[in-house]
């Protein structure tokens, strides 16, 4: 999934390495490739703080001369953009002091020092005028959170850019967090909100700091396809142009999104083992793997038995292409889990549906309401007499 348009940021892309070289599922060959390339970028940019923290880990080997090394770079370079930040204040205009302190905060987040790079971009604010700007420093803490994973700084810095953005904003920035919001939200199991802000955001993306389009496209069917009903997914998602232009570039996506529309259960349960390679190794998804499994399954299994009132076990296993013992430990899971709406009857070898009455269920509940509310005001009424 290479970007088309603009490069991934260095952090972004540094992390879903370290995120590999954890992974048990890499091959050793792959992991020696994989901390050459780590071990290159922490030296191109003296991230010292990470190079230790790995060495730490046992992830890279400690080689003292080369931490000094960079140690002596960081303080030359502080060096030069306090002169620089000292010489704005004296010599020059408000806009060049925010440049100045602006740098420092890129410094400090090219070596991957998050607390001060943090202190600093927040100095940088308090030299901020135009909403605009103020917004890019947000961007740059939401990319130091994506990188450390730290939701709590996510959560409160999309928060700090909708109330900026109710000062004003453009809706190119808009459209950005949208994004950024989407990839949080994904990343904390709300996949549904997700699937809404990645769909809302196809057809302006330009997050390519964050991630390529083809990968933005491989989150939006992801979600999409648990979240969405099938006429929404066909409107949105099946026969969306953009989705068509990039879907084919990425393996068995397509197959994926179009055999569980097209009911062609076998061909979608092939394409789901080939994808699960993939969500595996996603460093967003990766958490919630065995959640998305058993949600994906739901979906599927609850579309086949939608068409039916009673249908044999052996049917369902045909047209799945599995056996039946399969299939039988299968919807005993998610039937005693509430997932599923219908009863198996083993003797027989027949499934049952039983869908709830969405009006009873409705009637049900509003009497539920009904009582509380009345209890709650009996109370209140003994109160008041007292």
């Known amino acids: 999934m290479e970007a088309q348009q603009g490069t991934q940021q260095l952090h972004l892309a540094l992390a879903h390495k370290l995120f590999l070289l954890s992974h048990p599922d890499i091959d050793d060959i792959e992991k020696v490739r994989l901390r050459d390339e780590v071990l290159d970028a922490v030296k191109a940019h003296d991230m010292s703080s990470l190079y230790e923290t790995l060495a730490a880990a046992s992830v890279l080997e400690m080689d003292a001369a080369v931490l000094d090394s960079m140690k002596r770079r960081i303080d030359d370079e502080l060096k030069k953009l306090d002169d620089k930040i000292a010489d704005a204040e004296e010599n020059l205009g408000e806009s060049e002091v925010r440049e100045a302190h602006l740098a420092k905060s890129l410094f400090y987040i090219q070596i991957g020092d998050k607390e001060k790079a943090l202190e600093q971009l927040k100095t940088t604010e308090g030299k901020t005028v135009a909403v605009g700007q103020k917004m890019d420093l947000v961007f740059y803490t939401l990319q130091l959170g994506l990188f450390y994973m730290d939701f709590d700084l996510i959560s409160r810095s999309i928060d700090k850019a909708k109330n900026l953005f109710e000062e004003g904003g453009d809706w190119e920035r808009k459209n950005r967090l949208k994004v950024y919001e989407g990839l949080y939200c994904m990343a ?83 394409a789901f083992s080939g994808l ?52 039988d430990l299968e919807l005993s899971r998610f039937i005693a889990a509430g997932k599923l709406h219908c009863k198996i009857d083993k003797v027989a070898g027949v499934l049952e549906t039983n869908r709830p009455d969405a009006k009873n269920a409705l009637f049900q509940a509003t009497i539920k309401q009904g009582d509380f509310l009345l209890n709650r005001i009996q109370k209140l009424s003994r109160v008041i007499d007292l």
């Open 276 to 327: 699960t390679e993939q969500i595996k190794l996603d460093r967003y998804v990766q958490p919630h793997f065995r959640f998305y499994m058993r949600e994906v399954r739901t979906v599927v299994y609850s579309q086949f038995l939608e068409s039916y009132k009673s249908v044999t076990m052996e049917a369902m296993a045909t047209a799945f292409g599995v056996s039946v013992d399969f299939i």
């Open 188 to 270: 904390t199991r709300n996949f549904k909100k997700a699937a809404n802000l990645f769909l809302d955001s196809i057809s302006t993306f330009t997050t390519y700091e964050l991630l390529s389009y083809d990968t933005f496209i491989f989150y939006t069917v992801l979600t999409s396809i648990i979240s969405l009903d099938r006429v929404s997914l066909k409107q949105k998602v099946v026969d969306a142009p953009e989705i068509l232009t990039v879907i084919g570039k990425i393996p068995h996506l397509s197959e994926f999104l179009n055999s569980l529309y097209g009911c062609q259960y076998k061909s979608f349960f092939s």
